[in-house]
């Protein structure tokens, strides 16, 4: 950008003797410092977006970490939950198989032998009532708390996933603002230079690789998710665009893998698979062809029974 624009001050400059005599070529250095100024606006706009998108980017990621960890610590509770639930459901219907044998012992001993039946006899079977009525309540009670506890962490884990639709779907609309901007910038260039230079795709990787975790991310959400619809909107707009330039995606997600693939697999075993069965089952990077062109390899995960 900085040698095109030295290019542009030095033909102005070439040129700048002839001003006087020839008012066309006035006109033409004018059209050539006003083009320069444009060029030097979109620049600084990209490198502005550029700035937050890498901001946008680390937030992201902050979030997705502590993601991560409510997901792990849930799973940790849910277990510890469980398992005390089912202790104690086991202790509760072990303690009232207890009383109400004892409570049959008892009847039958008063039917038979009523006249033997003592107030002591009666204290007996109340107390034991008692006891059942107090392990049921307490039970009860513990069964609530880590009912309330599991559902409090599913909305802290909701809460999250909002938050991070929200960041992504701002971070859709930047990263879709960038291509434009860099799109209008490429023809600014074009129509002043008439000269094809080699194109940047950094850009256009980074989108590509924002977009398949993102949608990697959609994939594990329930779609009742607040956001949730309006960021694939947001998805399949910056997709258009992304291939209205001449950009196409390919990611290669679920499909059985063969060694003639031009992608860089990482192998997982996964016993529940049939035996002999390669699929690919997660994509970190997607493949992109750049007008047919192939400008960057997927890079994904195998899972593999063989």
């Known amino acids: 950008m900085n040698k095109f624009i030295v290019s542009l001050f030095l033909l102005a400059g070439l040129t700048c003797h002839a001003e006087a005599d020839n008012p066309e070529i006035q006109r033409v250095n004018e059209k050539v410092v006003s083009l320069t100024e444009r060029v030097e606006y979109l620049s600084n706009e990209n490198q502005s977006l550029k700035g937050n998108v890498s901001k946008l980017m680390n937030e992201v990621a902050t979030l997705q970490s502590q993601l991560r960890s409510v997901d792990a610590k849930s799973d940790s509770i849910d277990n510890v939950l469980m ?3 089912s202790s104690n459901t086991q202790l509760a219907n072990n303690n009232h198989a207890v009383a109400t044998e004892k409570i049959q012992v008892v009847e039958t001993a008063s039917q038979s032998n009523i006249h033997q039946l003592t107030v002591w006899g009666i204290w007996a079977i109340v107390a034991l009532l008692i006891v059942a009525i107090v392990i049921y ?9 880590g009912t309330d506890a599991i559902s409090s962490i599913r909305a802290a884990q909701s809460n999250l996933e909002e938050e991070s639709v929200k960041l992504d779907t701002k971070l859709v609309e930047l990263l879709d603002k960038q291509l434009s901007i860099e799109k209008n910038q490429a023809k600014a260039d074009t129509s002043v230079a008439q000269q094809v230079a080699v194109p940047d795709h950094s850009l256009a990787l980074k989108v590509a690789d924002e977009i398949t ?5 959609l994939s594990r959400m329930d779609t ?5 619809k309006p960021l694939v909107k947001a998805i399949d707009r910056i997709k258009d665009n992304f291939k209205a330039n001449g950009y196409e995606i390919v990611t290669y997600l679920g499909q059985a893998y063969n060694e003639g693939m031009r992608i860089n697999p990482e192998f997982v075993i996964d016993e529940t698979l049939p035996e002999g069965t390669r699929t690919i089952t997660s994509v970190s990077k997607p493949q992109v062809h750049f007008k047919g062109e192939l400008i960057q390899k997927a890079s994904v995960t195998v899972s593999q029974n063989i």
């Open 137 to 145: 309540i307490v039970l009860h009670r513990g069964i609530s708390k």
């Open 213 to 217: 975790r993102i949608e990697k991310n």
């Open 83 to 85: 398992s005390g639930v």
């Open 224 to 228: 009742s998710v607040k956001g949730y």
